[in-house]
């Protein structure tokens, strides 16, 4: 083999193991890939049926299914994958370039191949791998974003349906109470004694009774409305075959004080953790700048084939950042923008506090309300109630006295269950700030 096919081989040798090269992974990138490994990973399934699901399953199993299912969370999940992947190619070298150059006048004169690799300034790569992994923390943080909203709207939609159908059995239970009294009325009315009274009174029970009519008809049609929530909240489409609708019950969730609220919000809040990792990113865009100034190389050679001895032209250039304006310009433009998340950071908290604020506000409101409903007004119907049915037996009492009590009864657990779904709905916000909404192994995600 002659010298010119020994070094075209050499060169071609060459180019094949760079080809195959592997670099060393960082610290910041490997803890980026194992978090993104050790995160639950959502269904890539569009039409995901919940078949371990039934209509007994506890309500931490239907938000689960959708924080699995739903499609934002997979699309937040995805650009999570997409933005980690990017972290070795912003902090690798650019690919190497194989060279050609040849003097033909009648015949070829020279021949010469060669290899160009580009070198940048001294930490510019390593600066801009921890851009790139800031970059796929906020991809992180949007990721836990999404899972927490889909958890809350699965809540809040198990909510309404809990709400829904214990109205529906209320207004039933109502509106035979209602029919009771007006029986009850109709009868005075036939006997003639307080024939004025009663006619006053059939009036008011008939507008009542049409009133509680046209409520129960709209919850039929409301309990539509809410399925079609709870099914698009679970992540299932219109044309998915209906999961198992849930009777979960609505009762009232204990929350822990205010001050430890706020300390789990300051420390675990989506949007102020999505916000941090947004500064981080501005922090290492500014060390990516300050990187500006420093000139960037490449080297290479390139070897003449058809030299006689051999010839060989090593090249080699130098980037000249001269323009030192623009240099500065480009780090006060990352400055700017790292003052402007920080900013943006702060005020956030800000807002976060009214918010906290008037969640906390709304529960209390309900307590009181709850609890006024609960020890004072139900407690004083039913005595009063134990004294008409007495004095129903002495005579001292008319029948329609104790419907219209028990009509009273049931038009204050209506007042309650207004009150307790106005309560559980703030709740589940005051969880969605503390990032406590998901489930467990979700929640732990959320407050690395």
Same mark, same amino acid.
């Given at each position: 083999?002659?010298?010119s096919s020994a070094i075209s081989l050499a060169c071609l040798a060459s180019a094949a193991l $760079? *080809?195959?090269c592997r670099t060393t992974t960082p610290a910041y990138e490997q803890h980026a890939r194992d978090r993104l490994a050790a995160a639950p990973s959502p269904s890539p399934s569009l039409n995901s049926?919940? &078949?371990t699901l039934n209509s007994e399953s506890p309500s931490s199993d239907f938000v689960r299914f959708a924080v699995l299912h739903h499609p934002a969370v997979r699309a937040a999940y995805d650009d999570w994958r997409a933005a980690v992947a990017s972290i070795t190619p912003a902090r690798s070298l650019p690919d190497p370039q194989f060279t050609f150059q040849a003097d033909i006048t009648d015949t070829l004169m020279t021949f010469m191949p060669g290899l160009m690799f580009d070198v940048m300034g001294p930490g510019k790569r390593a600066a801009m791998g921890r851009e790139a992994a800031a970059g796929a923390e906020t991809a992180h943080r *949007?990721?836990?974003a999404a899972v927490l909203r889909v958890a809350a709207e699965a809540r809040h939609a198990l909510i309404d349906l809990a709400y829904v159908e214990q109205s529906r059995r209320l207004y039933g239970a109502t509106i035979? *109470?209602?029919?009771?009294? $007006? !029986?009850l009325t109709n009868a005075g009315y036939a006997t003639g004694r307080g024939m004025n009274a009663s006619f006053a009174e059939q009036a008011r029970l008939q507008n009542e009774a049409a009133r509680h009519h046209a409520h129960h008809a709209a919850l039929d049609d409301q309990l539509v409305a809410t399925r079609a929530r709870f099914k698009s909240a679970l992540g299932l489409a219109p044309g998915d075959a209906d999961p198992p609708w849930p009777d979960p019950g609505l009762t009232a969730t204990t929350l822990p004080p205010a001050d430890e609220l706020w300390r789990r919000t300051a420390a675990a809040n989506p949007d102020l953790a999505q916000m941090r990792a947004m500064v981080d990113l501005a922090? !290492? &865009?500014v060390e990516v700048a300050q990187k500006s100034g420093a000139p960037d190389f490449s080297v290479g050679a390139m070897a003449d084939l058809r030299a006689n001895p051999l010839m060989v032209r090593p090249t080699a250039t130098v980037s000249l950042p001269i323009w030192r304006d623009k240099i500065a310009s480009t780090i006060a433009a990352a400055g700017a923008r790292r003052a402007a998340a920080t900013e943006r950071l702060q005020a956030r908290e800000l807002e $976060? *506090? &009214?918010e906290l604020a008037q969640q906390i506000f709304m529960v209390r409101e309900s307590d009181r309300m709850l609890a006024y409903i609960d020890r004072t007004a139900l407690p004083n119907l039913a005595r009063t109630l134990d004294s008409l049915e007495a004095g129903v037996a002495s005579g001292a009492s008319e029948p329609v006295a104790i419907a219209e009590t028990r009509m009273s009864q049931l038009d204050l657990q209506h007042e309650r269950l207004d009150a307790l779904r106005d309560r559980e709905n703030a709740v589940v916000d005051l969880l969605l700030l503390t990032a406590a909404v998901a489930p467990a192994d979700f929640n732990h995600s959320s407050q690395e």
């Open positions: 083999m002659n010298l $760079l *080809a195959g049926q919940p &078949s *949007a990721y836990v035979h *109470a209602i029919d009771e009294t $007006l !029986a922090v !290492a &865009s $976060l *506090a &009214s």
